[in-house]
Every structure is written in C-alpha cells, then in structure tokens.
C-alpha cells in the first residue's frame, strides 16, 4: 500500500500499501523488507476491484482517482478533492506487473510536493498478494522491499509501517467490516516486532531482570469490590527469556488469569523483546517490549485479539521506584495510533516472600 497512500505521510497519517524500485541502492536481497497481511470480509474480485479501478478506488482510499490498468499504466491518485490529478498534490505509481485477482506491483514515480525524501522513497518497490480464503473472504499480503539502511531511511519505513495497517482498517471498514488484526512483518517470530537496536534490546532486558519475583498489588474494582492481583515473573528456559503468570482473588483465592511468555528475538530476525500472552477469556496478544527514553520503564505494546474475533490495542507502562515497586498505567490506542489518557494506574509491590500456590 506504500505508494499508493503516500500523500498520507506529509499529513502525518502515512499508509500505502505498494512501490517498486527505479534504481535500489544495494542488492535487493540485501534489503530491508516491510510486509502487512490482513483477511478481507469481501470476495477476491471486490477486493481487487477495489484497488484496480478508479471509481471503487475513490470510495475507500483517495479523494481523487484515474487508474489505466495495464503494464506500464499510471495509477494518478490524490487526497485533494479537487486536485487535477497534474499538480503538487497528484501521486503518479507506474503499473510493473500483474495477475488479476492474483497480484499487483507498482512503482512510485511521483510523490507529493510535501512528501520528504521521496527520492529514497522511489528506490523500493512492493508487491500485493490476493488470495481468496471463501466466497466473502481474501486475505491480502503486501510486501513493501529495497528499504535501506539509517536514520532517513528508518523515517520513511516506520511512517509505513505504521500507516500500511490505517489502509487495511479502511479497506477492512469499505467492506463493512470492523478493524481486525492485521500483521507487520508476520513471518518474523514476533507478529508486531519492529526492528530494534542491541542497545534497546539491552535495556529492556535489564528491566525484566528487575521484574523477575512476585509481585502484589491490593485494590478494589470499579464497582468497589475487593480485589487482590499477583504477578509472577520467573526465568526462562532458553537464555533472556521469561515466563510470567497473572492471578486474581476476588475474595475467594488467587485464579490464574494470564500467561506471557516474554523473549530476545534473534538480531537475524530484528532484534528487540517480543512477548505472547493468553488471558482467561481465550485472549491472544503477539506484541513487543520497548523501554521509555528514561530507561525507568517497561513499555508493552499489546494488541490483543478476543475470542469473538474483535481487536483492541493497548499501550502499558511499567514504571520502576526502585528495585521494589512499580506503577503500570494502562491506556487504550486508537487506529491511527493515538494513546489515550490512562484508564487505570495500578501499584505493584514486590513480596519479600515467594507467594506462588498461596491462597
């Protein structure tokens, strides 16, 4: 989607979901790789008929649309309502390649006037994968590649990798449905795993390192019931790992209510601290594990999946007084990535006794 939502990232609300390359800058096999998949409610040809044609085009994605499907076709888009598709506004992808149905691939060959380093930008190319799971079903994979290596280079793929999950809501929206999961880089063994340099994966995990113990927290429910929350967090296994169990009691002993297996992804896969977790409803959440600029807090970037299929994003912070305490705030995170005020501040303090089988 890179190319086609690339207007989007001057109005800092980056997506796109395509591009392909005039000249890379390194091997492309060497390169960095941005890939997003996500399921569809619609059938594969509505799907791609949603990309492909300028009127469907126009009624999920741009305000302004004028796409001559064949190879070597331009795709000539705009957000600008009244943009004539021949000015500052006007992104212009060039069509390599396709399969209808099947397979897309373009390149970005003209960028917003606004848009920042569009000339990097124009090095990479992507590719989009239809594949029809049913008859009202189509799990799209976009593969964004040729990304290279520093600092302006880091801009333009997180703006992407951020924005690239707004245009599968919107196309998961189009469709009637409501925003599902959709995975960044999912053959990574951490689904929402961004790229992490050693000194981050460091901090991180000297700040489980100081998690590891029980850990309790006494307090009452919205409704003013009484209730009691212990976390234990044991090493794991294999090396910089960690196994943690969450328990509640509301009144009538502790009940396992979580279980995160929390661990240092390979630097060949990206580095950094990935984390899986399943609640007591049958919850699943695939994110990962940063630190604050401070290095005082852990931050768990949780996007969890219910049962029912539904989704929420939450964003935790674990803020350390010492060696013996810590404050979690927790607070909600909307589509475009906003992070609300917090919905709940909870104090853990460290038990001087292990607590595990207590009641």
Known sequence: ????????????????????????????????????????????????????????????????????????????????????????HTIINRIISFEPQRMLSIQNVRAPKAFQNAHLFQQTWSVIYFEPLGPESTKVRSIGMGYGEGPEWDDIYAKFERGNVMVFHALQAHFGGSPGEVLVNPDRAAAHQPVATSGETDRTIALLNTLVGTWMHDGATPEGAPIRVRNIIRPGAAPMSFIMTGELDHGDGFKPHATTLAFRIPDAEGGGIAFTCVDETGGLTRGWLSTSDDGRALIWHWPMTATDGSRQVYHIESEFDGNDRYVSRMSTVDAAGAVAAPFAVIPFDRAREPAAGTK
């Open 1 to 88: 989607m890179s190319t086609f939502m690339t207007a989007m990232t001057a109005r800092l609300v980056p997506a796109a979901l395509l591009a392909v390359c005039l000249a890379a800058p390194t091997r492309a096999e060497d390169a960095r790789t941005l890939v997003h998949e996500a399921v569809i409610p619609a059938s594969v040809e509505q799907v791609w008929t949603a990309f492909s044609t300028s009127e469907e085009a126009m009624k999920w994605m741009v305000k302004r649309a004028e796409i001559d499907l064949r190879i070597g076709g331009d795709m000539r888009t705009s957000y600008n309502a009244e943009s004539t598709l021949d000015d500052e």
